[in-house]
């Protein structure tokens, strides 16, 4: 395992291993002890889209590993492509530090990263795919409701780089989900296609939400108005009306149901500001998590 880029790349077994690893770690440090496996090793963060929990999180995660970080900001490197090939970005940085992460607009930025760099990348977000976030969420579910199999995860909105990497891994990992978008918003045939490969009848879309929570374990939501999608922010309020995750909706779900959100939140868009601060809300321990999963990762990566 040189890069993570997208859930479909890995095996069910990577994945349960990084989840795993993630459970160790988490209870490691939370004990005060440290594991510095990463001792004068030196991950590069580029960023083109800012971000509060990527940024810390993987920091901080580098720093608990005795090694550092660098914040390479947008307008340090011109954006990604622009100034100078990608495939050039690549092979300086490769000679500078031991590991890069990537948080960028097109998927292409970072598998070409990847493809000409000779240490680890990892995708921290894409407008395709967001693993890192996926997997963390996979980790808050375990933790809550004690296994992964058999979870259904109703996911409520734009069919989107975190619906889609929730959906590969729970096609990967034995889960169910279904994806409940207005027209025009849903998944993929693609996306649904390759999860149901992985595991035949997994994935579902619908245009109902009230369908999708009626028997879920896990009501998750994400902002209807990505970055680089400001300009469609009154259009996409129209379009998403009655799909916001409010206490009508969630009412119509098991009682034992929990809401999760990937942050930030925008509260009386997607998600009602009452759910957020429910007993069933567990979107900060999600929030957390992201920081217990990319530490196990970049341990895995980069040591």
């Known amino acids: 395992m040189k890069d993570f880029l997208a859930i479909s790349d890995c095996s069910t077994q990577q994945l349960r291993e990084l989840l795993d690893e993630s459970s160790s770690l988490k209870a490691q440090y939370k004990s005060g002890q440290r594991n510095l496996c990463l001792a004068g090793k030196v991950l590069a963060m580029l960023f083109e889209k800012p971000s509060l929990r990527t940024r810390m999180s993987f920091q901080v995660a580098m720093l608990d590993l005795g090694g550092h ?125 390759t999860t149901n490969g992985f595991a035949a009848g997994c994935l579902v879309q619908t245009n109902d939400p009230r369908a999708a929570v009626a028997d879920a374990d896990i009501i998750y939501t994400d902002t209807w108005v990505s970055m680089g999608q400001e300009e469609e922010k009154e259009k996409r309020r129209q379009d998403f009306a009655g799909f916001e995750v409010n206490a009508d909706l969630v009412a119509a779900a098991p009682p034992h149901a929990k809401i999760m959100h990937c942050l930030p939140a925008y509260r009386g868009f997607e998600i009602s500001d009452d759910v957020v601060e429910s007993p069933n809300s567990i979107i900060f321990d999600q929030a957390e998590n992201r920081l217990h999963f990319q530490r196990a990762l970049l341990k895995k990566l980069m040591a």
């Open 69 to 193: 970080a660098i914040y390479v900001k947008p307008e340090d490197i011109g954006g990604i492509g622009k100034r100078e090939p990608i495939k050039d970005m690549a092979r300086v940085l490769s000679r500078y530090v031991d590991g890069i992460m990537a948080r960028t607009f097109e998927h292409k930025s970072v598998t070409e990263l990847a493809q000409y760099a000779d240490i680890p990348v990892i995708n921290a977000l894409t407008d395709w795919s967001h693993p890192c976030q996926a997997m963390a969420d996979v980790l808050t579910m375990k933790e809550h409701l004690g296994r992964i199999e058999g979870v259904k995860i109703a996911f409520v909105g734009d069919g989107n780089n975190v619906a889609r990497s929730l959906a590969l891994a729970a096609g990967k990992l034995g889960m169910k989900m279904a994806v409940a978008s207005p027209a025009g918003y849903e998944l993929d045939a693609a996306s649904i296609d």
